[in-house]
């Protein structure tokens, strides 16, 4: 799904959390870079994954 009319607001909310985390020192600077890290790299599996299904559900459908 390449629609962005969610994903930049989502990315803006997130921004918002993540900077209020640090301010409120709440978590270390570390903490909220680990999320971002994990966050972004459960995403691209996720696309990959989903992907993946869709092709192989496309084509068994194409070949019934």
């Known amino acids: 799904i390449n629609d962005k009319r969610l994903g930049i607001p989502a990315i ?20 909220v870079l680990g999320g971002i890290v994990l966050g972004v790299l459960i995403a691209f599996a996720s696309c990959f994954i989903v992907n993946k299904v869709q092709k192989v559900y496309s084509e068994k459908r194409l070949s019934k």
Do not use: E, G, N
């Open 12 to 31: 803006v909310l997130a921004s918002i959390i993540a900077f209020s985390r640090l301010y409120l020192y709440v978590h270390y600077p570390t903490d």
